[in-house]
């Protein structure tokens, strides 16, 4: 796995008890983030915003507020934190203790600000990591104490940011199974709106952990003052918006408090997980472009590598499949050229069989029924035909029907005294447990030291916490939300050591678990169940805002009743792949299928790891477009959608982002289906399809609708020698 070096170079540190005379400055290479301390040495928020030209400026930055409020003071609002001490007093005071700036190399350097309380024994620690290219600030706190016994937690933030404008604008991204990431704004009005999940697994079902954040006026794509930000936590999170009286707007983002007070140790560090956010200042179409940076370099496993072209198995057998009929699905792979057979749900449990997801989870012997010969034998059948062997897990989870729920009741989240309570027929097991931990991890490495060929590994999460009571953390039940995740890090840490290079693709019945906490670990993700052309349109869109293009999974499937041309446009829009019978595919489609792969193939670097531009929105027009472009500036990949194109015709001209204006640009279109080229206006030039940079993005291209139907075109941009 991709290290850090972390080269600790003491800067600065300043001795406790005497006021910062000079500002702390966080800097990016586009943003600054300063702070001071105030008459009673308390640390106080100053300004986030464009960073000065002149760094001595920002001592003229008068006080907004105290950086991190603390309970049971003076505090008027919501809380960063709240601590009840041994004698039961339930107040902190922090007063600035020291800052230290260490460099970690030329991009990347941690501010870690001191804070202690002047009575108690407590010390809380403002971590801010900062990415100058990439303009990313992850900031995270520590608390510890040295009272004689545990201090208990109610509120424990990862940041708390103060923004001083006229209004601001929230996006937030809601859902549920099946409709992931819908996108909302709204204008935040005074009081509290917060955004959160109480599911501890599967946490972003109903909300995902991340938004935009507009000061003043809604930002477009290009334009306005933009803050995205994201939780790096596989689980309950909160962020709330507080506009005070004096129309300050807090923000405070972290796990979710709810049910979870937490007795920290005297001496134990609670490390809050990391809240990453970036300030653009042109609008969300740069913001996300620095996300996508940060995170194939610094968060994504294996974020700058190859990924692998595959062939799943779930919507073409469902449960529905034995050897010999896997072995077949594996010619279709082979003869699509994709680099991978995926095996879905449904392969293992023998008292219980697997057949459907009523049985069988928890048991992960292979069903011998269905597989007489077992995975060695169909990893032996695929590398015959030239492809890899990848397969799905669930490890976290139990059906009452299966000899793990019969053998291991303790291990399992159920309340006493209650009914258990099913969500597709399964219940959690305790993560908190480090014997759950042992299984889980063992559930894994026993696979791949047994199968060392496997290549791939698709992690699913299909259920959400409820009635939950963990026998094994006794007296501290508000632990598990918490120590749940920690347990899941544990073993993916422990994983990672073994097999650090795995592909390993996150999913929790569809995109109920896309976070950058578990991304960590993770190569790329499913982002819905729902794989319909049009619907993922939306959903692929969303996900583009706050994650780059190689770790989003789509698939062309049967489903919906777009033509596969159109299918796979859409799929190609990030990491591409199929989950379909091939062997119904036409001469013709798989023909399509086999160029199309091979387009991909040749273009996959610059739609992974190219510069990603949204230049019309399908929730603003019947459109959607969007481009990549290489970092050399030479080649791009344009993607055109025409959606309800009964309702609405339009054609004008999509004008292009990011390319060189002094540049000459071959506009070629890939992906077309045998005698299925729609319309002869497909250019301002017609079939010279060779124009300037400047010409592209001033006048922009046009791209014909289909007839009647929804309708697609990808172009492939190529300079001129
Ligand atoms: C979840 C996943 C699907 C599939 C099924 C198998 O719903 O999101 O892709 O793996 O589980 O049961």
């Known amino acids: 796995m991709k290290r850090l070096l972390y080269l600790f170079v003491l800067i600065l540190f300043c001795g406790s008890l005497f006021a910062q005379e000079s500002p702390i400055i966080i800097e990016t290479q586009n943003t600054a983030l300063v702070y001071k301390t105030d008459r009673q040495n308390k640390l106080v928020q100053v300004y986030f915003g464009q960073k000065l030209n002149d760094a001595e400026e920002y001592n003229k930055l008068f006080s907004m507020n105290e950086a991190y409020v603390p309970a049971g003071m003076d505090n008027l609002h919501e809380p960063a934190l709240r601590i009840l001490h041994n004698d039961g007093n339930p107040s902190l005071s922090l007063k600035f203790d020291g800052v230290e700036i260490s460099k970690v190399d030329e991009n990347v350097s941690v501010t870690q600000i001191i804070l202690k309380d002047d009575v108690y024994p407590v010390d809380v620690k403002l971590f801010f990591k900062a990415f100058k290219n990439e303009d990313v600030i992850e900031t995270w706190t520590e608390i510890q104490h040295n009272e004689k016994k545990p201090v208990v937690l109610t509120h424990f933030a990862s940041s ?45 079902k109903f909300q995902a952990p991340m938004f935009f954040l507009s000061m003043n006026e809604p930002s477009t794509e290009t334009e306005g003052e933009v803050v995205a930000a994201t939780l790096a936590w596989t689980g309950n999170f909160k962020f709330s918006f507080e506009i005070t009286p004096t129309n300050t707007l807090r923000v405070i983002s972290g796990m979710n408090p709810y049910a979870s007070e937490y007795h920290l140790k005297p001496n134990d560090v609670f490390k809050t997980p990391e809240f990453i956010y970036t300030y653009s200042f042109n609008g969300k179409g740069q913001a996300s472009r620095n996300l996508h940076k940060w995170a194939q370099k610094y968060q994504v496993l294996d974020g700058e590598g190859e990924r692998l072209t595959l062939l799943n198995n779930w919507e073409a057998t469902y449960f529905d499949f034995n050897e010999d009929r896997l072995v077949e699905l594996f010619d279709g792979a082979q003869k699509l050229g994709v680099d991978l057979f995926l095996l879905d749900d449904g392969w293992f449990a023998n008292k219980y069989p697997r057949n459907s997801d009523r049985a069988g989870l928890g048991d992960w012997q292979e069903n011998k029924e269905k597989l007489p010969h077992r995975i060695g034998y169909l990893v032996e059948q695929a590398e015959k035909k030239g492809i890899r062997f990848g397969i799905w897990i669930e490890p976290e989870m139990v059906n009452p029907k299966s000899e793990l729920y019969e053998n291991h009741p303790d291990w399992i989240l159920k309340l006493p005294n209650r009914p258990e309570h099913y969500s597709r027929n399964q219940l959690v097991l305790d993560m908190a ?24 590994i698709k992690w699913d999460c299909n259920r959400e916490m409820t009635n939950e009571y963990s026998q094994y953390l006794g007296e501290n039940q508000s632990h598990i939300y918490i120590d749940y995740v920690k347990g899941f890090y544990k073993v993916m840490e422990d994983l990672r050591e073994k097999y650090p290079e795995l592909p390993i693709m996150l999913c929790s019945g569809g995109g109920g678990r896309t976070d950058y906490g578990a991304m960590k670990y993770f190569t790329e993700f499913w982002p819905s169940d729902n794989t319909d052309a049009y619907d993922r349109i939306f959903i692929q869109w969303a996900y583009s805002y706050f994650f780059p293009a190689n770790t989003i ?41 086999q160029q199309a792969l091979k387009d991909y193939d040749r273009l996959k670097d610059v739609i992974w790891f190219g510069d990603m531009y949204r230049l019309i929105s399908p929730y603003e027009e019947s459109r959607a477009a969007l481009m990549y472009v290489n970092e050399s500036k030479e080649k791009a990949v344009f993607f055109c959608f025409d959606i309800y194109t009964y309702r609405e015709n339009i054609t004008n001209p999509v004008k292009f982002q990011g390319l060189d204006p002094d540049k000459k640009y071959e506009v070629k279109e890939i992906n077309v289906q045998q005698g299925r080229r729609f319309g002869p206006f497909m250019g301002p030039g017609g079939d010279n399809n060779v124009f300037s940079g400047d010409y592209l993005m001033k006048v922009g291209y046009n791209v014909r609708g289909g007839r009647g139907d929804m309708s697609s075109h990808v172009y492939e941009i190529s300079v001129l020698e």
Not at 175 to 196: A, P, R, Y
Request: aromatic letters at 10%; charged letters at 25%; one cysteine or more.
């Open 160 to 204: 708390m940011l103060q923004f001083d404008k006229r209004d601001y604008w929230l996006t937030q991204f809601h859902g549920d199974w099946n409709k992931e990431m819908l996108m909302q704004e709204s204008q935040l009005t005074s009081g509290i709106k917060v955004i959160d999940s109480k599911l501890g697994t599967r946490a972003n």
């Open 433 to 456: 447990n480090p014997e759950v931990q042992t299984f889980v991890f063992d559930v894994v490495d026993q696979m791949l030291t047994k199968h060392p060929e496997i290549g791939f």
């Open 553 to 593: 999974c789509n698939h062309i499937t049967s489903m919906g009743d777009q033509s596969l041309k159109f299918r796979t446009d859409v799929a190609m829009m990030d990491k591409m792949g199929y989950d379909i019978r091939v062997e119904e595919f036409t001469e013709e489609e798989l023909a399509f299928s």
